[in-house]
């Protein structure tokens, strides 16, 4: 096996909410403002529902086959040419998804905090590190999110509660009367897309030291994530409305940037940036470790650390290419990301394999 | 002793990377704006005008020594966006134009009378300026507000900006400016500002005490949309307030009943304000609900308000008082502007959802034409340290 770790179900659990997060806490109320007005908290629970399904799927799916992660059983339920292809799409998926989050990092702190600066600069900093880290294994970064995660979730938590004197909830009603059940649909696909990275799990059953607790880590993560996630978005509601909370970018650095308390808690931002840039760079981690992963069991290497360095340079390159500027960025998240993630990686293939297998009878009955 | 060359090595590489970043910005390299002014000049160019700190003059320690010198500097130039003219005026500040510390935002008469909409984007989109900063119009030019200068404050926008802090009238921050200006339904309205006396400035040296005009503010600026269309003074702006039920503090003077010609004065603790919109499918009338509570402080009177029969008819005279005030604001609101101040199309959203679709393209004419029916209760809860008027003038 390339990666020789084992981590438990706590650490599993970690891993997988600092998978989702940090990042989507500060920007998803944005989108389902837009889509779905002040229905958009509804979006969240639906999203999270779909979440869930999508836990199911992979967590079902990786456990019929014991050892293998979502690179290798492929070949296992359709052959092994088409399930090679199967893998290498989703190496791509891992490949061009990191890079995305990797240019959303470096996006953030340019178009807030330095705009003077270039953004690779942002990006390359965070990628040696995370470089560092993948060569150190799973087990590494890990430990080091067990630092890092409550930190953030208890900056998240304080943040959202400084911030309640600005909150109205009467900006949340009406409740789902006017605009219908479509546009609320239509804000759950982003979130949906987000939280579905859940999928991950397929990689991550493995690595658990006791793989019959992938169920419960699946679920008790997603419903983590999307607890947060819900109280993020009813928070940017309460204080922004549905209008001016879809004019942000980041309707959660808004809502930090509104914290003023008796004339000496405010400016917090520095709160945001630390929220950001180590929720992000475990998130980075992760992904860009399952990249480097998959490379390597899909070249049936003995070990994936030799081609940390190389995906990694293809991560960088490929994030600066693939937008012009953060409008294009938005855009791309925005209308493109969804339907590509969800319908294809999170449960078009899943669900394809899963039936597969089922129907072809392959993988032990679960143990 | 190749981890210590390593750790030396890291040591000297952070002295060089440590010490400093891109995009930073010492102090002494920045020109703090502590209050913006935008006016509306020809050719419907913007006229940007930025109340500037001067540096040293707000460090501590300065004892006066050098007299009578201002601590603030005063700027302004026009341009075709906020940004143009901000960029304008970089040219003539030696630093660079620092925006996370301005206090106030000021729209002049003109400019507001055309629409803010054109000028608010930037303040909306730039990271620097933020979003708790007050904004209000001027009754006249934004520039001559700025131009002023403060006795009691360093700067007349910190001056100004603390005024809008006590809330003593509405004030409202760029927040929720934007967010009134975006909801359909709501009407936006900001402080007004204006120049007026505001004291007598003495000193030991002067033959005769000089006025020092000073910038206040002095009511309340009405929009239709993002266009002024009026405005509500210091007493309409009380009504306003019991209103929106938003700042329910003030003090509500009264005649006594016993002794018309004297009056009596209720310090408001709290209150609140609800509104129940009804709808029929033809007319449109709301139920405004307010409820107060204070302590009686002042009594010129001599009644005795120990007798309950006395304080239920005095509560009543309060509550009287209140219903009046409030008309007073929802009467200008509606027949003298026709435009919705109060939320009342956002309370009506909410309880009718589905009419609100029909209704909204015209909601400032339907409010016009909406009835309100007022229920005041006033509840004297406190006395001060008397509780009886003590009979000297007998």
């Known amino acids: ?367 | 002793m190749k981890k210590l060359l390593a750790c030396l090595f890291l040591l000297v590489i952070m002295t060089v990377v440590i010490s400093g970043c891109w995009s930073r910005k010492e102090m002494s390299e920045l020109a703090i704006v502590l209050g913006a002014g935008v006016d509306r000049a020809p050719d419907d160019q913007v006229r940007l005008t930025l109340q500037l700190a001067k540096p040293g003059a707000f460090t501590a320690g300065g004892e006066g020594g050098g007299g009578k010198e201002t601590p603030t500097w005063v700027v302004s130039e026009t341009g075709k966006t906020v940004l143009d003219a901000q960029r304008k005026l970089a040219g003539r500040i030696s630093r660079h134009i620092y925006w996370a510390h301005d206090v106030i935002l000021v729209f002049g008469e003109e400019a507001a009378r055309h629409g803010v909409l054109r000028y608010t984007n930037y303040f909306y989109r730039t990271p620097q300026s933020r979003e708790t900063m007050w904004i209000m119009v001027a009754k006249g030019e934004a520039k001559d507000i700025l131009e002023t200068h403060s006795q009691l404050e360093k700067s007349s926008a910190q001056d100004i900006g603390y005024l809008a802090r006590a809330k003593t009238g509405y004030s409202v921050n760029f927040k929720n400016f934007i967010v009134m200006l975006s909801t359909r339904g709501a009407n936006p309205i900001a402080s007004r500002v204006d120049i007026v006396e505001r004291g007598i400035t003495q000193g030991p040296e002067q033959e005769k005490p000089t006025i020092h005009k000073g910038a206040a503010l002095t009511g309340t600026a009405v929009f239709r949309k993002d266009k002024l269309v009026g405005w509500l003074d210091e007493s309409e702006t009380r009504g306003l307030l019991w209103l929106r039920g938003e700042v329910l503090k003030g003090v509500i003077t009264t005649p006594s009943l016993a002794e018309p010609d004297k009056e009596i004065s209720m310090d408001v603790i709290r209150g609140s304000t609800e509104v129940q919109p009804q709808y029929d499918g033809e007319s449109v009338w709301f139920n405004v609900k307010i409820v107060v509570e204070g302590d009686l402080l002042e009594q010129q009177s001599g009644e005795e308000i120990l007798d309950r029969e006395v304080r239920e008819a005095l509560e009543k005279e309060i509550a009287r008082e209140i219903e009046e005030k409030t008309r007073l604001a929802l009467e200008k609101a509606q027949r003298e502007y026709g435009v919705d101040i109060f939320d009342f199309g956002e309370a009506f959203h909410r309880k009718y959802p589905k009419d609100w679709l029909e209704l909204k393209d015209r909601w400032d004419e339907v409010f016009a034409g909406a009835g309100v029916d007022f229920t005041v209760e006033a509840h004297i809860r406190y006395s001060g340290l008397q509780s009886r008027r003590t009979a000297l003038e007998e």
């Open chain 1, 1 to 367: 096996m390339p990666e020789g770790g084992k981590i438990d179900g706590k650490q599993a659990i970690f891993l997988m909410v600092s998978m989702v997060l940090p990042t989507t806490f500060f920007f998803v109320a944005s989108v389902t403002a837009h889509l779905a007005k002040q229905d958009g908290w509804i979006s969240i629970l639906l999203a999270t529902l779909g979440a869930l399904l999508i836990a199911w799927l992979a967590v079902s799916l990786g456990l019929r086959f014991p050892g293998k992660t979502l690179f290798q059983f492929p070949e296992v339920i359709l052959g092994r040419w088409p399930g090679k292809v199967v893998a290498l799409l989703y190496i791509w998926w891992y490949i061009h998804m990191t890079a995305e989050i990797l240019r959303q990092s470096g996006s953030f702190m340019v178009s807030v905090f330095m705009p003077e600066t270039p953004i690779i600069v942002f990006e390359l900093l965070i990628m040696a590190i995370a470089a560092y880290t993948v060569r150190n294994g799973l087990e590494v970064f890990t430990r080091v999110n067990q630092i890092i995660l409550p930190l953030v979730l208890g900056l998240v938590i304080i943040m959202n509660i400084l911030a309640t004197p600005e909150m109205n909830l009467r900006r949340l009603l009406p409740v789902f009367m006017e605009n219908g059940a479509v546009p609320v649909i239509k804000g759950a696909v982003m979130p949906a897309a987000w939280m579905g990275e859940i999928v991950t799990m397929a990689v991550l059953i493995p690595y658990l030291n006791k793989a019959k607790e992938a169920y419960r880590v699946a679920v008790t993560a997603t419903l983590i994530t999307g607890f947060f996630i819900l109280a993020a978005q009813i928070g940017d509601l309460a204080i922004f409305g549905p209008e001016v909370t879809a004019g942000w970018l980041f309707p959660g650095l808004n809502k930090i940037r509104m914290i003023h308390l008796a004339n000496f808690l405010e400016r917090l931002e520095p709160i945001a940036m630390t929220i950001w840039i180590a929720g992000g760079f475990v998130k980075i981690s992760l992904f860009y470790w399952v990249a480097a992963l998959g490379s390597a069991q899909w070249l049936e290497l003995k070990d994936y650390k030799p081609l940390v360095l190389p995906v990694g340079v293809i991560l960088l390159a490929l994030s600066i290419m693939v937008h012009e500027s953060i409008l294009g960025l938005l855009t791309f998240l925005g209308t493109f990301w969804g339907p590509y993630a969800l319908t294809l990686f999170q449960v078009g293939i899943p669900l394809l394999l899963l039936v597969v297998a089922v129907l072809r009878g392959q993988g032990g009955a679960r143990h």
